[in-house]
Structures are given as structure tokens and as C-alpha cells.
């Protein structure tokens, strides 16, 4: 009797370890599915920016970003990484005051649908035609993108001509 005893016991323990396997495996499955779900509403919410250098009563320019996806940002960074000639003037909002010239990086605070992050720019003389951005942004959950804007820059027909 005390064999037979040691013997479902055996079996019970046996069946125990097998069950706490499998319930491992189960779980680790899960995670892994969390994550795909996961990165696939990241993927799904990649914000929509346009971006633009705007002349404003021609005499000096701005660059603007707007969102226009339908899901708020809780901050976003530009800078401009390819191009020449265009710099942020220091003195704004978003701006190092402490940077030195030529200041190429820039940030705002929170956007919703539809707003836009507006910094004043500075156009040198001789200058590309186009920058390229590049954006960091991240959502209230702490959902980050890089992404890149290229931008036309502005040609002052007057200002050239003299």
C-alpha cells in the first residue's frame, strides 16, 4: 500500500511539474504577444507633421511644425541636420538660451491635433534651398518617434536682387 501511495504521489508530482511548465510557457507567450500589440499601436499612432519655413511680413521667417494626426504629443525636439544657412534665433521659447551659434536644435511642450510648434528662424544670405529635420516626439504613455521633414527654405527675390 505504501508503494502504491509513493507511486501516485510520484506520478502527482510529475504531473505538477509538467502543468508548471506549460503555465511558464503560456505566460511567456503572453508577454511576447503584449509586446507585438504593443509596438503595433506605437506603429499604428506614428504621428503626421508637416513642417514648413513661413516668411512673415518679409522681413523675417519662422519655421512651423504642425500635427496633424488625431493623437496629442506631449513633446517634441527638432533639429536640422542637413542644410545650410538656417539656424533658430535664441531668444524663444524652446531655445538654449546658452547655445552658441548656429542654434539647431529646438523643442516644444505638449501639441494636440491640429497645433503647431512655431520657432523664429534665422536665414543667412547663402543658404541650401531645403533642411532636412530631424523630429523626436513622444505621446503622454511614453511612446517615442524619430521622424524626418525635408523643408523648403524661402528664397527672398528681393533681398537677392541687391
Known sequence: ???WALAVST??????GISAYFTWKQAAIARASLGVDE????DER???LSAEIETVKDSWHRLRITLDS?????????????GDGVSF??????VDPSASAPILDAEARSLGPGDAAIWRVQLDEERSPTVRL???CSDAEDRRWTLSRVVDVPYDVLKSAY
Do not use: C, F, H, N
Open 134 to 136: 530631424s523630429i523626436w
Open 11 to 16: 506520478l502527482a508530482l510529475i504531473v505538477a
Open 39 to 42: 509596438q503595433r499601436r506605437a
Open 1 to 3: 500500500m505504501a508503494t
Open 89 to 94: 534665433t535664441s531668444s524663444q521659447a524652446g
Open 46 to 48: 506614428v504621428p503626421s
Open 70 to 82: 488625431a493623437w496629442p504629443l506631449a513633446s517634441l525636439q527638432a533639429a536640422i541636420v542637413e
